[in-house]
């Protein structure tokens, strides 16, 4: 069903403007959905969705003024959510899916039913669901994990930022019970959201295979004001962006992100500071190139009804479809960009894996920690261990490793310029597994690092990555990985 609108040249005009000005077309130029269930025989598309309260939904579907109700039926926005006997749509190739937990709590289903509208309050998912469904031919689960109240700087802290208190080594990421820490709401997030993959068909059915396909990110408000996070929140951010495509093997799997409606870009308040570092990330026009074509971020301010992100926009379901609309046709176009789409055969940034991972040996996690730190030593002799800044666990700041002293001590570099010995068995897993990154680039010709790497990723439940790096190292390097799992 398609509604025309009528409308004067100046008044055409200025919404062309409000629309250009937020980067990207951000037109409903959706048709209905035809009420045809997706193609079955290809892994379910997963696109997480991540945020506080704003992503939660806050927007009312009944009423007046604001209402989506009012927007369908009496502005003709938003067209395809109503079929021509004025019911609300319903996509049965898309799966609508909420859970909740607060930190550690035990998480529960809110959700769990094809797209359509129902309920009290929307949120960005109807616009983003419809978005991604129409552009594949492959079943769409929406899986929408988040809770409101909750800081990137604190509760949401993802695990490689500085700060972060939970347990680095646990790949499940499983929340640690007892008193609030920094990350727990990440951890209990990502958590549901994975408890949630694991019993796929319960909340896709007959689905056989997922791909995690894409990540989705809207939050801010809870970093604003006296003692929020606002000068930290773009590293926080990538730290973000690396540990969800880590934590769900997804490792190109595209990310969107989107500002705070009431926030201006170039603002010296918090909003301006969080907007700015927000629009930083994205691909095109921000700062960092490993980004183009897998990160964007939509500017909501122009399309916003008005109200603030604490006060949930009025309720006025307009800006939620507005900021959903804008976010699907970012992860559209980067989807596209990848070539994916109705006429591509299947997403392929995740590579399902294809056996379980198996465990690493208690007994010889310091004999692998050696056997890497062999492998730095002969680059240092070599003249080849070139400064790369890493972040270490309890560090302030990034650092480099510039030496080996002995078999037990590395010595690294602050980007201060101080120097500092550290002995090995004071580092954790993970900076050990970031060394052997740092050894894999430095040295990407050598089968035994590319091996030890593998072993890292394996010992973290990475099995892709890490077949990855043992099909790089060759058969025989791979068979004596064998000796560090049980």
Known sequence: MSKKITMNTPTFLLITLLVLSASRILASDLPDPDGKPADMSKPVQVFILLGQSNMLGFGKINGGEGSLDNAVKNKGLYSYLQDDSGAWTVRNDVRNVRVMCSGSGPWKTYLNEWMTIGGGNIGPEIGIGHYVGELLDAPVLILKSCIGNRSLGYDLLPPSAPGYEGNKDDPERTPIPGPWYAGVQYDGDTKAAKDVLKDLQTYYPDAKDYEVAGFFF?????????????????????????????????????????????????????????????????????????????????????????????????????????????????????????????????????????????????????????????????????????????????????????????????????????????????????????????????????????????????????????????????????????????
Request: charged share 25%; proline share 5%; net charge positive.
């Open 218 to 486: 809207w939050q801010g408000a809870k970093d604003l004001g006296k003692g929020g996070s606002a000068d930290k929140y773009e590293e926080n951010l990538i730290h973000l962006i690396q540990d969800l495509r880590a934590d769900f093997n997804a490792p190109n799997a595209p990310f969107v992100c989107a500002t705070m409606g009431q926030a201006k870009k170039g603002g010296s308040d918090a909003g301006g500071i969080i907007t700015d570092a927000q629009l930083a990330i994205d691909g095109e026009n921000g700062k960092y190139p490993d980004f183009k074509g897998n990160v964007a971020t939509f500017y909501s301010n122009p399309v916003s009804k008005g109200g603030s992100a604490n006060g949930h926009y009025g309720g006025n379901a307009e800006t939620y479809m507005n900021v959903g609309e804008g976010m699907g046709k970012l992860m559209v176009n980067l989807l596209e960009t990848s070539g994916i789409g109705k006429h591509a055969p299947s997403l392929t940034h995740r590579a399902t894996p294809s056996r379980l991972a198996r465990k690493l040996s208690p007994d010889k996690a310091l004999l692998l920690h050696r056997s890497l730190i062999d492998e730095l030593k002969n680059l240092e002799t070599m003249g080849r261990l070139k400064p790369m800044y890493v972040q270490i666990s309890g560090a302030r700041s990034k650092a480099a490793l510039v030496g080996i002293p002995s078999k037990d001590t590395l010595a690294f570099r602050s980007e201060s310029g101080r120097t500092a010995n550290i002995p090995a068995d004071k580092l954790k897993p993970s900076d050990m597994a970031t060394l052997a990154q740092v050894a894999a680039r430095l040295s990407p010709e050598n089968q035994t690092i590319q091996a030890l790497l593998g072993v890292y990723y394996e010992g973290f439940g990475r099995v892709a990555e890490a077949d990855k790096r043992y099909a790089a190292a060759g058969p025989e390097a791979r068979k004596e990985m064998d000796v560090y799992f049980e």
